[in-house]
């Protein structure tokens, strides 16, 4: 059974981001801090990505 969500993937991701950059600017320095880190940029790229993919401007190469 898949997992549908009502929600933007946009959306999605960015509260993923948030959430991750929260939880790490909690902790002190460590491995599991950085990864959080490097996830949340991750996270923040895809939806930037995604934000150009869905925008009304774009258009096929000619």
Do not use: V
């Amino acid at each position: 059974m898949t997992r549908t969500s009502k929600r933007p993937i946009q959306e999605r991701l960015d509260k993923q981001a948030r959430e991750d950059r929260d939880k790490a600017l909690m902790m002190p320095p460590c491995q599991e801090r950085d990864a959080l880190l490097r996830r949340a940029k991750q996270m923040e790229k895809a939806s930037d990505i995604a934000g150009w993919l869905n925008s009304a401007d774009l258009r096929p190469p000619d």
